[in-house]
């Protein structure tokens, strides 16, 4: 009979970090221990302007990259008899495998996919980036039964067309429609097809003042500008 020890983990089964993917196989890995360490990574890009005759040169914003996070995810079943951590192993290795390499369509032709729950960053949709896997004990068998895996992942939006990821940040017409809903979380799907609906909305509204010859104010002038 197994010792207890062999089934003790940091966080209970529904504490844990888990990896789903929502798009192709419809995979799932729950970590068995929490992560110890997790490194949070942004990148924003800062263009130097040299002013002639200027002291120093000035910065001007460019762009923002997406935001990453690196973990470690420690698998261990040494104690358990007759256990193998080799289909949880195989099923990180598929979140990096494109979905249908061989099918004519583009949007096949891509890894999947993923959310990550339980995380610092709750809800995050992101693709993995790298993936170190290390196993470091086998069974007699040669079955893997302890490995540590290094994931890095990156942040990405709904799957497009031909399988581009959409940012997240994308904005619409109304103001702050899609303003994320604290520092962590992006936008949800629901909140920008509130903004879309919203905007037409607008663009309508100010459209029929237009055709009245009605006085139009700065900021619909600006709106209609905008939306043409």
């Not at 000035?58 to 995810?73: I, K, N, S, V, W």
Request: charged residues 30%; hydrophobic residues 35%; proline residues 5%.
């Amino acid at each position: 009979m197994p010792s207890p020890q062999a089934f003790r983990r940091n966080s209970g089964d529904d504490e844990r970090l888990l990896i789903t993917a929502i798009d192709g196989f419809k995979g799932q890995l729950r970590a068995h221990y929490n992560p110890k360490e997790i490194s949070l990574e942004k990148t924003v890009t800062w263009a130097e302007q040299k002013g002639k005759g200027a002291n120093r040169p000035y910065y001007e914003f460019t762009a923002g990259a997406a935001r990453t996070m690196t973990m470690e995810l420690f698998f261990d079943v040494a104690e358990i008899k007759g256990a193998s951590i080799g289909m949880e192993l195989e099923v990180l290795q598929r979140m990096t495998l494109p979905l249908n390499p061989e099918s004519k369509d583009e949007a096949e032709r891509r890894p999947p996919m993923l959310e990550l729950t339980h995380s610092p960053i709750e809800s995050f949709r992101c693709v993995i980036e790298s993936l170190i896997v290390k196993v470091t004990m086998f069974s007699r068998a040669m079955q893997p039964v302890r490995a540590t895996a290094t994931v890095k992942f990156k942040e990405v939006g709904d799957a497009g067309e031909k399988g581009r990821i959409k940012p997240d940040n994308a904005r619409g017409s109304t103001k702050d429609a899609l303003r994320s809903k604290s520092n962590w979380q992006a936008a949800e799907a629901e909140d920008i097809d509130a903004a879309r609906e919203q905007a037409m909305v607008d663009r309508g509204n100010v459209v029929r003042a237009h055709n009245r010859k009605k006085p139009i104010s700065d900021e619909e002038r600006a709106m209609f500008k905008d939306m043409k």
